[in-house]
């Protein structure tokens, strides 16, 4: 309701878009470059020519495989996401039993967790079971810390469900697992998609877990790729820029098709 | 057609809901999930989160190089580590990080978040390439500053009258605040987000008073809107700490801990110690030091700023 114009922040704001703004032009510039005439011209210049010679690098030097990779880890997160929180929030939400709510609390410690943490038993526990350099070892975990932020979000939105609903389900006889699919799930849609936009973004930028858990180029994946290709071939520049475009378009789409779900899980994150 | 249905509805509730419930059950208790419900997810989390945070502090006091099995060497690992230059370096390190990161990073989200709170179409247009950052991957955006940075093709080649010779990953000082930058890049939006939803929330006739009673632009900022945002400041603070301390990504693909040992923060160390070295035992220590400052920290934060006292932001409404 603010309607007089606040100057500094606006300064600020336009300063704030050009630091945000060069350096994305910068790179998309430069991967639409020759490697001669990108270090002829230097970075800040105008591009001359045009040419998709480094998307095709990037792409050639094993960059489908990765991708590949990363699809698969981001399917599996997200599917296991799905299939995990919404019984836990429905019992977080509905179920009258301490232990329920004593597991809320847990999965609120959990969130203070940070995957650095526990990264050393996790690697003891992924080579125990024989999942070493396998995607499955890098979904599990991966899966496992996504769920305290998910089970937040996703139990935000059934608290929204108002209890005549379920009441006027239970005089109907409905069990519990009916309810469940009859009435929670559909009126769920918005915190579903929430988590399942959140989840696949903290999979396909995942880095810690398959840093350490794969270590061969067929289990490698993009943001792998992507620091491998800058310490082998660190000098071509404009190849791997492309490599980092392409690492951010699917990301991108999201965010043009999803960008409520997407924020509104990222504030979930952050306004715990 | 019409009486078809009411005949066929009518069997669905014999004997109306008297029937099958015992006198004296509540009857909201009916068709509640039990806790079994919550089971599965819960038993995943404690195999991947809780039982390894029990794990690294067992592990803190054996030796293993991951073969074989962990061997227990009682207080070794923490006396090592504790004599350990790099170490205690590395804990000033973050602490520096931390600190840096809050004082560049708040001010400017603030402002920013104020800012983009505003209903104007041009700053929901804006606000929508602020936040491009946060979508990133961490190793894509040091792949990308790093690029940037390169002191030969990079930006900083182009304008030597800022830079001088452009290796600015070269020296300690110019190393720490390219990753001190490059961590503002990075979240500046996130916590921008966290202030436009909070500043959102401020009631619109606190502004409307000051105004009545002639507060100015800056002064109803700094009476109106930085006193509602406390609790908003502490969160984002609170993961500013957290967020600094498990830096990882970006200290690897861009300075790889150095020059030297000049930007190995204490969470690149464990990786080192871990997993160059394979030390697991002092790298299960150095994870254990980590949860309990970043825990102690967050706690004396919602202490000292007495958040955990407080309970509506909105008193005297």
Redesign the interface.
Known sequence: ??T?P?Y???I??FI??A???V??Y??LS?TFQTRAE??DN???SLPTSFTLQNYVDAVTSGFGRYFLNTIIVTVGVVG?VL???P??S???V????R??SA?FR??LL?L??????????????I?TVGLYDNLLGVI??T???A??IC?IILSGTMRDIT?EL??A????????AK??LRLVLPLSKGGLSTIAVFSA?QA?????FPL?LTQSESTRVV??G??N??TQF??N?PG??AA?TL??VP??LV?LFA?RA??QG??GA??? | MTTTLAQRRRP??PGG?AK?RPAGRG????????????L???I??A???????L??AV?SFTT?S?LGDPKFVGLKNWEALFADPVMLQSLWLSLLFIVLGIVTQTP?SI??G???A??QKN?AI?S?????????????IS??????L?PN???P??MSWLFGDGNILGTQTGAIAVLIFVGM?QF????T??YQ?AARQIP?VL??AASIDGAG??RQFFSITLPQLKNSII??VI?MV?GG??T??TV??LTNGGPGTGTTIT?FH??QE??RRFD?GT??AI??V??VI??AI?FAVVRLSGYDKMRSSLEGL
């Open positions: 309701m603010k007089r606040n500094l922040a606006g600020g704001a704030w878009l630091i945000v703004a350096p994305l910068v790179m430069a990108f270090g230097g970075p800040l296991l299939l995990l929180v019984p836990l429905y019992a977080i509905r179920s009258q039993s232990a329920a597991i847990l999965f959990g203070a967790i940070p995957a650095q943490a526990v990264i050393v038993p996790v690697f003891y526990l080579n599990l975990p899966a496992a810390f769920l305290p089970t209890p379920y009441e389900m239970a005089m109907d006889g409905a069990t519990p309810s469940f973004l396909w930028n995942g880095f810690l350490i943001t792998l992507l620091f290709f800058q660190g000098i520049i791997l820029l980092v690492s951010m990301v991108l965010y960008r997407l924020v990222l504030m952050g306004g715990k | 669905a509730h809901p099958g009857g909201s208790n009916v068709g509640r999930p039990g806790f079994v419900w919550a599965p997810a819960s995943f989390f195999l991947f989160a809780l039982v390894p945070l794990a690294v592990l293993w991951g400017l402002l920013l104020v800012w983009a505003g209903n700053r804006l929508a390439v602020y936040f491009v950052p946060l979508l990133l991957s961490s190793a894509a792949v990308l500053w790093r690029a940037l390169d093709f990079g930006i080649g182009q890049w500046t939006p996130f916590h987000l966290i939803g619109p502004y409307q632009t800056v969160t984002s993961l957290v301390l498990t990882f990504e690897l693909i969470a464990m990786y871990a997993f697991f790298g299960s994870a254990l980590l949860v970043s825990t967050s």
